[in-house]
């Protein structure tokens, strides 16, 4: 079998393929249950899997969220997930129905298009691209809209072909993306791998032969016997910012002096912004000048942010969700805080969480009473340079497997593309 071109197969646009009403038979189907399965948007997948383990009863979903079922197609419409190809064919939810969030078109075929083929169709460079283009609304909450998705146009070979190109993306994708996910297993284990060495290297020194005594911190346990502990507001300033008012414009209007959010703390080092405030609002929101060579440790966020550290390397200011700590450089170093903040961060993060709310938190106090472990000078450089050359090798192995990822994923997005565009044979391919 010739590959065909997609010039050979009719092109409808999805709106003829789709259908928007509910048939009498979904509509029993949803008249007799109780329970149903719940999406948020972090349970749909960016690889057409769905986490089906959330329910939920029908009359407390039933309006203010989307409405699905077993065979439809979902599609994130906001950004970033829609860049990101989230999306699935559902299948298997509680009693065959689904609720979840208003950010995800709902697509359900007719006969004349296979509920997979749709599918990969909707997860193809070609939509996303387009679709990304027609994106409207603010930054950071810009969507898809459904006349895009309704009036993209769709390549429609006969529906024994769209089997058989299901069929095939099925296979060769599963093959890829167990590629994937074995990287990406490996990357865990290098992460934790990396962590554990810094952890060890920062609280136990590098001669094994040395004399170790009980620190009587809990998270840090036996240090070597000559090394001291003092709390980081003894050895250090700690302290916050504040975000000035944005509808202000001699605030931020021609602003020389670096702003910093918590975003920082996920960068191997802070060397630069693209924000800056004025002089004039860090004198009125009493903003503080922070000193390049401080430790910048985020104190607030429900995600991995929260405790998280980073050395700046330029003066700045920050904000609210920042703690700043400016070291005794004779004393302590910064590098060497950032790592024993790294090893502390399962404590940090014990302590700021907020079982009254939605959110945890640090506060300066939590930071300034934190005892951490401070070898001589000396030490604390020999330290640094350990640390150094063994995350560089670790670092070096996890940017290959990254890249190793990234190609993965480009071959999986061109062999969807090509296939639903009829230019690969998919009938000798195995």
Request: one cysteine or more.
């Amino acid at each position: 079998m010739n590959a065909a071109d997609e010039s050979t197969w009719p092109v409808k646009r999805m709106r003829f393929l789709v259908r928007r009403d509910l048939s009498e038979e979904r509509q029993r189907l949803l008249d007799g249950v109780t329970q149903a399965t719940f999406l948020p948007m972090e349970a749909v997948g960016d690889r057409g899997d769905l986490d089906l383990s959330i329910t939920r009863y029908v009359d407390d979903v039933r309006s203010g969220y989307t409405q699905f079922f077993d065979g439809d197609v979902l599609v994130a419409k906001i950004t970033p997930c829609f860049e990101n190809g989230k999306g699935a064919l559902v299948n298997a939810t509680l009693n065959g129905i689904g609720f979840g969030t208003t950010e995800l078109h709902v697509l359900t075929p007719t006969s004349e298009i296979d509920g997979r083929y749709l599918y990969y169709t909707t997860v193809s460079d070609r939509f996303r691209k387009l679709g990304q283009a027609a994106m409207f609304g603010a930054a950071g909450q810009k969507r898809v809209p459904e006349e895009f998705v309704r009036n993209y146009r769709v390549s429609v070979p006969p529906i024994g072909k769209q089997r058989a190109i299901a069929d095939y993306l099925d296979r060769e994708t599963a093959r890829l993306d167990a590629l994937v996910a074995a990287k990406e297993r490996l990357l865990a284990l290098l992460a934790e791998k990396r962590r554990a060495i810094v952890t060890r290297t920062v609280t136990r020194g590098l001669d094994p032969r040395a004399s170790m005594r009980d620190s009587g911190v809990p998270w840090l346990g036996e240090i070597p016997a000559h090394w001291e502990i003092w709390k980081i507001g003894h050895v250090a300033s700690v302290g916050n910012g504040s975000t000035p008012s944005r509808d202000n414009a001699a605030y931020w209007t021609d602003g020389t002096i670096p702003w910093l959010n918590s975003g920082v703390v996920n960068r191997p080092e802070v060397t630069g912004t693209d924000q800056f405030v004025t002089a004039l609002a860090v004198r009125r929101c009493h903003l503080p000048l922070v000193k390049a060579g401080s430790v910048l440790i985020a104190i607030t966020g429900q995600g991995k942010t929260r405790g998280r550290a980073v050395v700046s390397s330029i003066d700045s200011t920050i904000n609210q969700h920042l703690a700043f700590i400016q070291p005794n450089h004779s004393r302590l170093r910064p590098w060497f805080l950032r790592w024993t903040l790294l090893a502390a961060y399962d404590f940090l993060r014990s302590i700021s969480d907020d079982t009254g709310g939605t959110k945890g938190a640090l506060t300066c106090e939590d930071v300034a009473n934190l005892r951490v472990p401070v070898p001589p000078p000396g030490e604390q450089a020999a330290v640094l340079d350990h640390i150094a050359t063994v995350t560089e090798r670790v670092d070096s192995l996890r940017a290959a497997t990254e890249s190793t990822i990234s190609i993965v994923k480009e071959r999986r997005a061109a062999l969807i593309a090509a296939a639903v565009t009829g230019r690969i044979d998919v009938g000798s391919a195995s």
